[in-house]
Nanobody, 127 residues
Framework: QVQVVESGGGLVQAGGSLRLSCTASRLTFDAYAMGWFRQTPGKEREGVSCISWNGGRTYYADSVKGRFTISRDNTRNTLYLQMNSLKPEDTAMYYC????????????????????WGQGTQVTVSS
């Protein structure tokens, strides 16, 4: 059974940084594009970023461009999200997901493109 586990969330002041990690097991990690999503209560889950199977292509939501960086280490089956210049509006539960595809498609931010999901890690940014 595939397992996806996020870590690294926490409480940080506005302007600060966090790095989220996501490990996947029982999965051919380098055969999947990987994504980060976030969700706040009462709102739909939104795509934050996606990275292709070999890290060659990355995509970002406009709201995080220039502040967040997605990366992956296929030797460790691990995905990362470096978050800098955090804002209170970045507060959310952050989820890692493995895509059904090897690359990020034009609809990379659609949750329906992802087959496996973690349980999430909470990020709270105080003002």
């Amino acid at each position: 059974q595939v397992q996806v586990v996020e870590s690294g969330g926490g409480l940080v002041q506005a302007g600060g940084s966090l790095r989220l990690s996501c490990t996947a097991s029982r999965l051919t990690f380098d055969a999947y594009a990987m994504g980060w999503f976030r969700q706040t209560p009462g709102k739909e889950r939104e795509g934050v970023s996606c990275i292709s199977w070999n890290g060659g292509r990355t995509y970002y939501a406009d709201s995080v461009k220039g502040r967040f960086t997605i990366s992956r280490d296929n030797t460790r089956n691990t995905l990362y999200l470096q978050m800098n210049s955090l804002k209170p509006e970045d507060t959310a539960m952050y989820y890692c997901a493995a895509s059904q595809y090897i690359d990020c498609s034009g609809s990379w931010s659609s949750t329906s493109n992802y087959a496996y999901w973690g349980q999430g890690t909470q990020v709270t940014v105080s003002s």
